[in-house]
């Protein structure tokens, strides 16, 4: 039964993040369509995470409590509806407005469907596991990308909208129909409050870890379609494709770098990934080509790999005595933040001073998060 969990949950996931992948690296193009400024560019990006930053604490501890199966699937329904909203907007605040709805449906999937993959990990095994689910993210985040510039090139980009819904609402039905509710929720007697969850050490290392990474991707998936476009003048297709090569590396190299995660000093991972990621963002004004920029987002690709499943693996750790759906709802939450101040601040200083000084911020911003990060997690 809980294999039947896990292979669900992955194909539910990759269908609904396909369709997701689709859109996001068109969307900063969409919204300047709208006439939307670089600081409302942020906004637009940062009102989806918003409303995961206000919601999923609460998601969370209710899952706790009453059980994943319902949260997960009446998300993938709004994300599924959601897709005729983008259609349908035709200002700005429009746009902001349906992000915050996408926001709030995303609440109820990503943590709530990890927090499951998480109390059915194996013991010691936690990092292969949660490696091995992440794959399902990250491919179909990858593939949507590279998809969505086709269709955008060959039939507009309404049919990117149209193509997401549909996804979505494929996942929808897959997790309505088989997936099991085995209650492994009830197997912590009584979830403990936020507020002793982020007093612990191990906590607050991960939540700096996943915030500062959360920040620089954020830049790096709001900022890098508009460098790529405006200065390299590379076609939707050509920017869908650098986009993928970043996050399918990371998909592919899931499972393997989780295995290692169970076997090596998962602290160090952590640290070394995230800090050599931070680096690379801050090189991205230095590419002159779309080779150039191909190869570096590789290189991210693979930093941003080595990471997560370390990290992933170190919360459903700390799961296991706290609540799991609030444990993850906590790690999200901290992603969440970071998505938030990334693309808002970018956006101010893109107003400012251009685009090349957003990618060195948000290198800087990593690197610190990288040096805290380590900092807290000694122990581990």
């Known amino acids: 039964m809980k294999r039947k969990v896990f292979v669900v949950l992955f194909f539910s996931i990759f269908s609904a993040m396909l369709g997701v992948g689709i859109i996001v690296p068109l969307l900063p193009m969409y919204a300047e369509s709208l006439g939307a400024s670089g600081i409302w560019i942020g906004i637009i990006f940062s009102g989806f995470a918003i409303a995961r930053t206000i919601f999923m604490p609460i998601v969370g501890r209710w899952s706790d409590r009453t059980g994943r199966k319902a949260f997960i699937a009446v998300g993938l329904l709004v994300y599924a509806l959601m897709s005729l909203g983008y259609i349908i907007a035709d200002s700005v605040t429009d746009l902001v407005a349906v992000r915050f709805i996408h926001g709030f449906s995303a609440a109820m999937i990503i943590p709530i469907a990890s927090a499951y993959i998480g109390e059915i990990s194996p013991k010691n095994k936690e990092g292969e596991t949660m490696g091995l689910f992440s794959m399902s993210l990250f491919a179909g985040f990858g593939f949507g990308p590279m998809l969505g510039g086709v269709l955008k090139d060959h039939f507009g980009l309404d049919t990117n909208f149209y193509a997401m819904g549909a996804l979505c609402l494929l996942a929808f039905f897959m997790v309505l129909f088989f997936l099991p509710e085995l209650h492994l929720h009830r197997n912590v007697k009584e979830p403990r409050p936020y507020s002793e969850i982020i007093r612990s050490p191990v906590t607050k290392g991960l939540l700096f870890f996943r915030f500062s990474n959360a920040f620089a991707r954020g830049l790096l998936i709001t900022f890098v379609p508009l460098f790529a476009h405006g200065i390299l003048r590379l076609t939707a297709s050509q920017i869908g494709i650098v986009i993928s090569c970043n996050v399918l590396l990371t998909s592919l190299l899931q499972a393997p770098f989780g295995y290692v995660a169970d076997r090596l000093t998962r602290r160090g991972l952590v640290f070394w990934g995230s800090f050599c ?91 610190i998060g990288a040096l805290a990060s380590v900092v807290f997690l000694k122990g581990k």
């Open 277 to 367: 990621f931070a680096l690379c963002i801050g090189l991205i004004p230095h590419m002159r080509s779309f080779t150039q920029v191909f190869a570096l987002n590789i290189l991210i690709g693979c930093m941003g790999a080595l990471a997560l499943p370390a990290a992933t693996a170190l919360v459903v750790e700390e799961g296991r005595t706290y609540g799991m759906g609030a444990m993850m709802a906590t790690f999200n939450l901290s992603m969440s933040l970071g998505l938030v101040a990334g693309p808002i601040l970018g956006g101010v200083i893109a107003d400012l001073g251009g685009l090349h000084p957003i990618f060195y911020f948000g290198g800087l911003v990593g690197a």
